[in-house]
């Protein structure tokens, strides 16, 4: 049986290492769990990040944990936590190696599962020129032939949105659209055609997007592509321990609930970065780290 932590974080990515440093500054025995599968790693640069613009997120992740190593009660491992229950008024946690520790808190921080459409082409190219945040990789397609693939609510808000980065954006329903008159004049109005054909596969050209494919074989030259994607818990553990989630939303489905504090539902399980929003990006996940951190310091003063 390990030592008791002050606090297992689970997950290293952007909201996880944060959290860690502030408890780490705060001399609490923290112990990060870190499956090493951020969802961002495909990209090749963060965009928006203030110091880091452009920087591969994996270069931030291994500089954070570099920064961790300053902390002596800190400490970083590699691993998968796959259960845990509460347990003499803290938690036991078991990882996927047969390991098992124990914590007064549990930080849930381990990001969100994407589920992009199920197209051709579309994997090799995602993070890149195709992409699901216009704000994150928006600059790096600016002024270049673009496309929206969704349908629905959400599609009309992508590619209006999206025209602030080119004056030529097509949306891509991939089949009759549902798109209401209202929906129609916004985008006409944003200068935003809207093409029902079915969409069969992506072309590439040098790593970047060439051109969408139709069913009836036509194809259209574009050279970048916002996706709409849905946002799942990565594994069955934030439901193993109890918590409760938000109402489905139109990005994430599966959001973990928590209050202005970051406490969940369940005493002494906190949460933090995309585990539990619905606009994910990395500053954000950074600041919700920090925040839910001073949140937990402050929940042990209260139990003193």
């Known amino acids: 049986m390990d030592k008791l932590w002050d606090c297992v974080i689970i997950g290293g990515g952007a909201a996880g290492l944060s959290a860690a440093l502030v408890l780490g500054r705060a001399r609490r025995r923290t112990l990060v769990v870190d499956a090493g599968a951020q969802s961002n790693l495909a990209a090749t640069g963060i965009g928006g990040l203030l110091g880091f613009d452009g920087v591969p997120p994996g270069q931030l992740y291994a500089q954070g944990r570099s920064q961790l190593a300053a902390y002596p009660s800190v400490e970083v491992r590699d691993g998968e936590v796959v259960t845990g229950a509460a347990s003499d008024g803290g938690f036991t946690l078991e990882l996927a190696d047969g390991g098992v520790v124990q914590a007064r808190r549990v930080l849930l921080a381990?990001?969100?599962?994407?589920?992009?459409?199920?197209l051709p082409g579309l994997a090799e190219l995602w993070g890149r020129s195709v992409f699901h945040c216009p704000f994150c990789h928006g600059w790096e397609v600016r002024d270049r032939p673009l496309a929206v693939l969704a349908n629905g609510e959400r599609a009309t808000h992508m590619a209006t949105l999206l025209r602030g980065w080119s004056d030529d954006v097509v949306l891509l329903t991939g089949g009759p659209a549902e798109l209401t008159d209202t929906d129609r004049s916004r985008l006409a109005d944003a200068g935003a055609a809207v093409?029902?054909?079915a969409v069969s596969h992506l072309v590439s050209a040098g790593g970047e997007l060439a051109a969408v494919v139709f069913a009836d074989g036509t194809s259209l030259g574009r050279r970048g592509l916002?996706?709409?994607?849905?946002l799942h818990q990565r594994s069955a553990l934030a439901a193993k321990l109890g918590v409760s989630f938000a109402a489905p939303g139109p990005v994430s489905v599966e959001a973990i609930e928590i209050d202005a504090t970051h406490r969940t539902s369940v005493p002494g399980v906190f949460a933090a970065g995309d585990a539990c929003v619905q606009m994910p990006q990395v500053a954000a996940a950074i600041a919700a780290g920090s925040a839910a951190a001073a949140s937990i310091v402050a929940s042990f003063q209260e139990e003193r």
């Open 110 to 118: 381990m990001g969100m599962r994407y589920e992009a459409p199920s």
């Open 195 to 197: 093409d029902e054909r």
């Open 226 to 230: 916002l996706v709409a994607v849905t």
